[in-house]
């Protein structure tokens, strides 16, 4: 049997805390790439030996 919150007195599903919880952890991506578009964006040069990834994003 899953796992039950408790808030003011009411009993809360376990699913529902998870996709409370994948909402709030969206919305933070979401925000951050926001400020990263505002502040200009970025790049990401990486090379290890033959290796090479490069990035840009805004």
């Avoid at 009993?11 to 990263?36: E, Q, R, S």
């Amino acid at each position: 049997m899953a796992r039950a919150r408790s808030v003011a007195g009411y009993a809360i599903p376990g699913i529902v805390v998870f996709f409370f919880w994948l909402v709030i952890v969206i919305l933070v991506i979401i925000l951050l790439a926001f400020i990263v578009h505002w502040a200009g964006g970025g790049a990401l040069n990486l090379r290890l030996g033959h290796f090479i990834l490069d990035v840009g994003f805004t």
